[in-house]
T-cell receptor, first 116, second 114 residues
Framework: ETGVTQTPRHLVMGMTNKKSLKCEQH?????MYWYKQSAKKPLELMFV???????ENNSVPSRFSPECPNSSHLFLHLHTLQPEDSALYLC???????????????FGPGTRLLVL | GNSVTQMEGPVTLSEEAFLTINCTYT??????LFWYVQYPGEGLQLLLK?????DKGSNKGFEATYRKETTSFHLEKGSVQVSDSAVYFC?????????????FGKGTLLTVNP
């Protein structure tokens, strides 16, 4: 238990559905992240929020829409996804974002998404 | 750009064997280096890290030394256990400016047999 929870743990959706992934951290951290983990590929950073402000969008298609209403919650809204978007979506948080890059990120268990 | 290369798996060992998982990197700046572990059905957990050259990170019997001259951060453990079976990820982050990206290797699956 890392203090970062994600719901749902598993999700199956059609290409025309709209769904949302939720992440909550109980660590008092100020930065939150979305990653995509696909089979046989490195983890890909999708979005970063620092003090509720989006600081990075790593060339993610607009069918993925993040929302960070407060420092403890992060959502990923999904709309008209493609089968190739099937993956494990991981949320992470860190206390801060250090200038030297040495902060520790704490990961949730992930949401396993299947797009049919 | 930044990249991490780690040895292809899977790696299969017997209990109490010595483990090495190689990791090398390229970076545009001066990175911090990390090893994360992912147990089956779980998210990633930080295993150890090093933020400057010659630092040694250690945790749970695992060690890795930041070697700037060889741009490497190899993971080692002297005697593995069945409970060490997991996927291990090497990662780096170069600080400064607006670069918040943690760059990961592809992961190495370790299976330890009794």
């Amino acid at each position: 238990e890392t203090g970062v929870t994600q719901t749902p743990r598993h999700l199956v959706m059609g290409m025309t559905n709209k769904k949302s992934l939720k992440c909550e951290q109980h660590l008092g951290h100020n930065a939150m992240y979305w990653y995509k983990q696909s089979a046989k590929k490195p983890l890909e950073l999708m979005f970063v929020y620092n003090f509720k402000e989006q600081t990075e969008n790593n060339s993610v298609p607009s069918r993925f829409s993040p929302e960070c209403p407060n420092s403890s919650h992060l959502f990923l809204h999904l709309h008209t996804l493609q089968p190739e978007d099937s993956a494990l979506y991981l949320c992470a948080s860190s206390q801060e974002i250090l200038a030297g890059g040495g902060e520790t990120q704490y990961f949730g268990p992930g949401t396993r998404l299947l797009v049919l | 750009g930044n990249s991490v290369t780690q040895m292809e798996g899977p790696v299969t060992l017997s209990e109490e064997a010595f483990l090495t998982i190689n990791c090398t990197y390229t970076a545009t700046g001066y990175p911090s280096l990390f090893w994360y572990v992912q147990y089956p059905g779980e998210g990633l957990q930080l295993l150890l890290k090093a933020t400057k050259a010659d630092d040694k990170g250690s945790n749970k019997g695992f060690e890795a030394t930041y070697r700037k001259e060889t741009t490497s951060f190899h993971l080692e453990k002297g005697s593995v256990q069945v409970s060490d079976s997991a996927v291990y990820f090497c990662a780096l982050r170069v600080g400064g400016g607006s670069n918040y990206k943690l760059t990961f290797g592809k992961g190495t699956l370790l299976t330890v047999n009794p």
